[in-house]
């Protein structure tokens, strides 16, 4: 019997359960009413954290599978691993060996779909058809070293590669002769390389990052033995300017590294770039003692498609510290920025994940280095690079375009705010930030409907990324069933909402201190054809006939 | 016109030529006597490297398309890349944009499909088969953080990675709890982890590694901030245990960090895992004072599948500095190693860039960070991780065995000596490591040649690396069209051959002054049966019936 929560964390069974598990998994269960948790268990839920959450809801405290407690390093998928062993000598004739990997990747097959159904808490856009690019499955694509330097190895993609960058620089504003960039892993190899470029740029300069941004930046800091300063954020996750300026001026002897959030990872905050330059001028630096990095991981490849002269433009206006309401700053190498990074497998989706880092030529070259082997100047992080990521990305560049992405987000941003809107209908605190599809709200109580609808916690809260792939249907599901979970937690009938004031400001809270306030009231009883409860959008078409 | 030889190595067109180009490139080509390239050449060479190549071939002088020039950097693939167009409005009605892609896909797939069948200077496996997972290719797959521990997201393959990493701890004989190691993206990310963690456990140490070391293993020390020495090399890439002794006795008031090379970059050579120990306990360095990683790229997969107790035996024996013959050092944690990496898509085969990074548990906590976002802590380089990949390894694991790695092996080893011996016949200087596949020798005249068969070059060399994938034919190919491109470099008839006594010493250098040594005398002339000859492996079966 597991007992502490770490081991049950630690031990989940990822793989459908076999019958033996569904059966022992029903033995081992009391009748759903008792346990909090009904008939929507998804089949998956590991038996461990079962045993170990479920007792505690019973009596009233949830268990928290994977919250603030610390996990035991390494331990221990071991148990529900897919053990590799020898082949029989007789394999050949038998066709033993053959059936049994084709039994498991039938099995995982159908454990990926179901995943993929209920998947609803991280930025990926799990809606996409790549079935035209399997003719390229067996080749070994590598784009070695420089994409824009022909190397010696001829089963590369980078004619695909820089076409996708030349889009890039169309929507970021920079001429092709004038930049420099690659398609990365993922995310944080963007972030790396651009926070690289920064010292080697400003070598001795500090890097300041908000405390919502993504955990790879400080991860950088300390790779790359930089000095890095935590600034503080505001309710909706954005950079405190205030706070940042005061930490300028502090280290104002040394050169500036920044990095800039274009949609924080758990709140979906962007940070004000205007505001930010502003600062960095009153505080007295020159273009020359600062860099900027951008981190776009989503939203950079989302906010230039919010489409101007409709109603979605008021989304794109938002307010300064002083009240004042503005458009939100664009990102373009116009400005004095040094490098923009963004994902590929989030907004654009993609099997495997990838993204795109982008930065000025003149930078480049601190970092190159001359590497014959290759035949080329490597300035990646990774020198091998998967050539089958830039073929994803130019397929679906060239067959959605600027418009299809402008349909995806609109489409995104109406779903987010139905979302939104269904939660505090529900009287579930809930928050969503202008500009953003990430629908942030009071942690669910039970831990398995967290598993089965894959949400990215944080303390007391949670977050939905409403992706393109994301539906009206499968919002209404989510939204039903969390109710229904929520009911069953607390049998007396009696609902105690948690109060995440500090997380989401009074506004957004439900719990019953602040649920009072005029403007949480306001807002639960929606209005049909107003701007705050937009008609949700099914397959591009509002379903409200709006 | 191009002109200079940087512009058209920046701009080679590696797209299919056109029939455009292909017409421009017949009529722009002087007849083939004259040029120094028979018809031979490959349907893609690209039109602006033979303008500026071919024509210094005619004055005996060979141009370096990629020789030691230094490359304008960024420059210029823009001008072969493939653009991204807005989609038309009737385009879903005309089906154009569709018919578009499709062809650009069918051209590039045909492109591929050639290069693959000329490709012999990298050490990629290119024969693999794994159409029973593109039922997978259509889903999300990201292996966030830590693989032992269960992240939210669903979506995963954690289970196979796991499988695969157990399977190289009994490789690498370290128990299940005691190791920790992740599916990488590249043998870089391995390079880049292992001397991280290094620097974690003796953050002041000196990172020493051979001269011949991948570039990735001093990228890292300057991303790092570490102080690195280069050691020199033994004429066979092997690090200079002498040089290394100096050198960390000079050091020896820091930590070492050490990367120890099992097969090297360019001419796969071996370092003496065992005699580093040695030096290392001689000039004082306890087992706290130092870390060893092991970058064991390509060979960290083949030698330990050179087949004991056969004919193979007498490969894995080699001769110490003292001249005495010794079994070659095994890689295993029963040494005092940190880590170990190995490429995936190198040996095994995959269809993107891969690897396994492996270290103690006990090290991995310097790095380990608890990053409750992802419900997991990151200690890996990436973060968010292609899920793919590990299943790709698991399936070869799985299906070839250890027994199907050691035939691969075996035919790689001997077929590497056939075609040494066959450059030896041909009095073209030539190199081949003991336990290594990778055959050095002189740099071709002709860089069309080189780019055909994408041969890597440093210098006054180049290499072949001899991998499952490659066929006896494909080696005889190779030879006849190298002897034949020499041949026509030289109308004349006098043959002059490049003095390579340096990269290879004077028992390998077929030059005027050279080949007249006794030893490269006695291999010219192959004993049949004699192990200097191996008789060439053709599919698992010696064509010779041997």
């Not at 993204?355 to 930078?363: A, L, N, P, Y």
Request: contains cysteine; glycine residues 8%; aromatic residues 8%.
């Amino acid at each position: 019997m597991v007992s502490t929560v770490e081991d049950a964390a630690t031990r989940c069974v990822t793989l459908p359960a076999s019958p033996v598990l569904k059966a022992s998994l029903k033995r081992s269960l009391p009748p759903p009413m008792t346990l909090g948790v009904s008939e929507a268990l998804p089949d998956e839920i590991p038996l461990d954290s079962l045993k170990a959450v479920l007792p505690s809801l019973e009596n009233g405290q949830p268990g928290h599978v994977n919250g603030n407690k610390s996990f035991m390093l390494g331990k221990n998928m071991h148990g529900s691993s897919l053990e590799i062993t020898e082949p029989e000598h007789d394999d050949e004739v038998t066709g033993e060996k053959d059936a049994y990997m084709a039994s498991v990747l039938a099995r995982y097959r159908k454990s990926l779909t179901e995943k993929t159904k209920y998947h609803l808490g991280y930025p990926y856009n799990l809606d996409f058809d790549y079935g035209a690019l399997s003719q390229l499955q067996h080749f070994s694509i590598n784009n070695l070293g420089d994409p824009f330097i022909e190397s010696n190895y001829g089963v590369h993609s980078r004619q695909f590669e820089v076409g996708v960058l030349d889009w890039f620089a169309r929507l970021w504003e920079l001429e092709k002769d004038e930049y420099w960039g690659y398609i990365t892993n993922c995310g944080t190899e963007g972030n790396l390389h651009g926070i690289l470029v920064g010292r080697e740029v400003l070598p001795d300069g500090i890097l300041y990052a908000s405390r919502d941004s993504h955990y790879s930046v400080f991860k950088a800091a300390r790779m790359y033995r930089m000095e890095a300063v935590k600034v503080d954020t505001l309710l909706s996750g954005e950079i405190d300017c205030a706070d940042l300026e005061r930490k300028l001026t502090e280290g104002k002897d040394k050169p500036a590294i920044l990095n800039v959030n274009i949609g924080t990872t758990v709140k979906g905050a962007v940070d004000d770039l205007d505001l930010i330059l502003k600062v960095l001028e009153r505080v007295g630096y020159t273009e020359d003692r600062f860099y900027i990095h951008v981190d776009g991981a989503l939203f950079g490849l989302m906010m230039p498609f919010v489409k101007k002269g409709t109603w979605d433009l008021r989304y794109i206006r938002k307010k300064s510290l002083s009240g004042e309401v503005h458009e939100a700053p664009k990102v373009t190498f116009k400005k004095p920025i040094g490098s923009v990074s963004v994902s590929g497998h989030k907004f654009i989706g993609c099997p495997m994940p990838c993204g795109v880092q982008f930065t000025r030529m003149k930078h480049i070259h601190c970092l190159s280095r001359n590497v014959e082997y290759l035949a080329s100047r490597d300035a990646t992080i990774m020198g091998s690079r998967n050539g089958h990521a830039p073929i994803f990305l130019w397929y679906t560049l060239n067959r959605k375009g600027y418009r299809g992405f402008q349909k995806d987000v609109q489409r995104c941003l109406r779903n987010a705010h139905y979302l939104k809107e269904r939660l505090r209908e529900a009287k579930i605190g809930v928050m969503l930030n202008e500009l953003s599809s990430t629908v942030v709200f009071e942690r669910p109580l039970n831990e398995a409907f967290i598993l089965k609808w894959q949400l990215a916690c944080q303390g007391k809260i949670a977050h939905a990324v409403v992706m393109p792939s994301v539906t009206v249907e499968k919002l209404d599901n989510f939204v039903e069933e969390l109710i229904e979970v929520r009911k069953r937690a607390f049998p007396d009938g009696r609902v105690e909402i948690p109060c995440i004031v500090e997380e989401v400001g009074p506004l957004n809270c439900a719990c019953s201190l602040h649920r009072g306030s005029p403007t949480f009231q306001a807002v639960t009883t929606p209005v049909k054809g107003d701007w705050r409860v937009p008609a949700p959008i099914k397959n591009g078409k509002s379903i409200s006939g709006a």
